[in-house]
């Protein structure tokens, strides 16, 4: 088994963990079987007819459906392995942690009473989970699965084990659910923007800077650790209620606003230290159009649109990338980049990383933390309709509505119209009564839950929501829900050492370390960027010119220029996934039809910007 626990390493937490309760028996027809408290744990008659007549539901399954077998009372059940295709994922899950310890060991046993189990943890895609302890390792499994290898999911169910434990199969179901549901959003999301975020970082390489420069996240690592609190300002319907607070204690905090939330912020009279962009739209301009900026740093990702480095003129720019850490089964970790990174990182050196749920708001909670904030408050974070609204009065959005209002279609009209395109669905509120969320908006909550959860022993971040209204996220407190007048609560004591420092920043202190950086900034010469740049679009221009093998030419493109390839990746993962229905000629077809599309669009955006750098 040794083998077995080099490729899964997480099985190695069963060592030691048998109970006396289970043990090994015989069914009657000489079947090894386990025995939970001197009862067969499946059927003590015939478990093979009875693991036949579970996994028979398995058949016509297709290789991009994960089969998941819930309860491993059974060992024959691990016979499963006779239904798949190659390739094909299959996971095995039982609540007792005493019975996964019981197949290991007797497993290492020269007399082999489990082959099946054997042959099952040997192939691979093919693993097995034992106990609520396993649950962590399960979760990271299932996310770090390559989504756009996946079309569904099936669950069989060992009825004997499900029923012993029937609280813990249905919460697993619905959780193994959620996280593929999730995964399936992620890969949609990445299909329809990666060649958006491609075209924006390469382009964006001419503003971004290297790790010693103030433009680059890397340069403010831990800059404010030890200082007073952080704010950060999402445009939530309860933003709205909360703004006198902010105002009363606005000089206690360094304050982030997410894009969205700076025209209220603004109305109101106050001014953040920072905003944060994570959109590739060019919408975001509106956020910004018509305010002045000076005063104020622009946090943003390196997939912004090229447009807002050339037009917006705040007091300076702080660029940094977006990665995923995956936990592999293995035990090892991967970083999943945006497109585009790492081609930007070899001009300009590495860029500040933080890790993002898909909204604003999350990447700007992970911001706060590389800033050095350990207490960071939360306002306009609803995460829900309150009101059967979704944003906070004074946004850009209500700006335009205000312009589409006449007799016949008014305010109320126009944001009903809205919240009616959405699928709602209730959810918990921070009072504990129920309101409207939906299934992106729980997407982004339950990131927040799972941060704040995982950070608490190795990292812990103390998080207050200021909302009296929006949906309920576990690990917060709120301080404002018995007392609206509530006073912040101090900054903790600090334990990062020679960092440390004492509350002594105000609201000055913040905007003037920022800007004073920014104004001792020496430019840098971008000669080499700029040719990078053009050597690229040549390439990819002479790509899209010549019809004849692109294919081919294709690939050696991608092998020069890696991050290329998501220009092409969504067709690739068409072809992947109906490859036993496309010919050949109608795969090549395929590709490279829509390859001469994606290039024509990327040369047609990319000509703006390139030719403005020679």
């Not at 009296?468 to 912040?488: K, N, Q, T, V």
């Amino acid at each position: 088994m040794q083998d077995v626990f080099g490729r899964k390493p997480y099985l190695t937490f069963l060592r030691g963990k048998s109970s006396p309760d289970l043990v090994r028996g015989e069914a009657r027809d000489g079947t090894p079987i386990p025995l939970e408290k001197g009862r067969p744990t499946c059927s003590a008659y015939a478990p093979g007819t009875e693991a036949d007549r579970m996994l028979a539901a398995a058949e016509g399954l297709k290789r991009t459906q994960i089969l998941v077998i819930l309860g491993a009372g059974n060992p024959q059940c691990f016979g499963a392995t006779r239904t798949l295709l190659p390739g094909q994922i299959c996971v095995v899950v039982d609540h007792r942690l005493a019975l996964g310890a019981l197949y290991i060991e007797e497993s290492a046993l020269d007399s082999h009473p489990f082959p099946e189990l054997e042959d099952y943890l040997r192939t691979p895609g093919c693993h097995a989970f034992f106990g609520a302890e396993s649950q962590v390792s399960l979760e990271h499994y299932l996310e770090g699965l390559p989504a756009e290898n996946f079309q569904g999911i099936r669950f069989l169910k060992h009825r004997a084990s499900v029923d012993r434990a029937p609280d813990f199969y249905a919460d697993l179901e619905i959780r193994m659910r959620a996280i593929l549901q999730s995964r399936m959003s992620d890969l949609l999301t990445r299909f329809e923007f990666e060649p958006l975020w491609l075209r924006n970082t390469l382009l964006n390489s001419m503003h971004a800077s290297g790790p010693d420069q103030p433009g680059n996240l890397h340069f403010w690592q831990d800059r404010f650790a030890g200082t007073a609190s952080a704010l950060l300002v999402s445009a939530g319907p309860s933003l709205t209620e909360t703004i006198p607070w902010i105002q009363k204690n606005k000089d206690q905090f360094f304050i982030l606003a997410c894009d969205t939330a700076l025209k209220p912020l603004l109305r109101a009279g106050i001014r953040p230290h920072g905003v944060h962009i994570l959109d590739a739209q060019k919408q975001t301009m509106l956020h910004f159009q018509g305010e002045e900026l000076g005063d104020l740093i622009i946090f943003a990702d390196l997939v912004c649109h090229p447009s807002l480095p050339i037009h917006l003129r705040p007091g300076g720019w702080i660029f940094s990338s977006t990665a995923r850490l995956i936990f592999r089964p293995d035990g090892s970790t991967e970083e999943l980049r945006t497109p585009g990174t790492d081609q930007l990182e070899q001009l300009c050196g590495p860029q500040g990383r933080l890790q993002s749920g898909g909204s604003v708001a999350t990447s700007a909670f992970d911001l706060l933390r590389f800033l050095g904030f350990r207490t960071i408050y939360f306002a306009g974070q609803d995460l829900a309709w309150t009101n059967r609204q979704l944003h906070a009065l004074g946004t850009h959005h209500y700006e335009r509505w205000n312009n589409m209002v006449s007799r016949k279609l008014s305010l109320e009209s126009i944001n009903e119209r809205v919240v009616q395109k959405r699928d709602l669905i209730p959810v918990q509120s921070v009072d504990g009564r129920e309101l409207s969320g939906d299934f992106i908006l729980s997407l982004y909550r339950s990131w927040f839950e799972q941060s704040i959860e995982a950070l608490r022993d190795e990292d812990p971040v103390q998080c207050i929501n200021l909302s009296r209204g929006g949906a309920f996220i576990h690990g917060m407190h709120s301080i404002r829900l018995a007392d609206s007048e509530a006073a912040p609560v101090p900054a903790r004591a600090m334990e990062s050492g020679p960092q440390e420092k004492s509350n002594t920043y105000d609201s000055t202190d913040y905007r003037n370390v920022l800007l004073n950086a920014f104004g001792a900034t020496v430019s840098e010469e971008k000669d080499a960027i700029r040719r990078a740049l053009q050597q690229i679009y040549d390439q990819v221009a002479g790509l899209s010119a010549n019809s004849g093998n692109s294919r081919a030419r294709a690939e050696q493109l991608w092998q020069e220029y890696p991050d290329l390839r998501a220009l092409i990746r969504k067709t690739e993962v068409y072809i992947s996934r109906n490859q036993e229905k496309l010919s050949e000629d109608r795969s090549n077809d395929v590709y490279e039809r829509n390859l001469k599309k994606t290039l024509r669009e990327f040369l047609q955006f990319a000509s703006r910007y390139i030719s403005n750098t020679n």
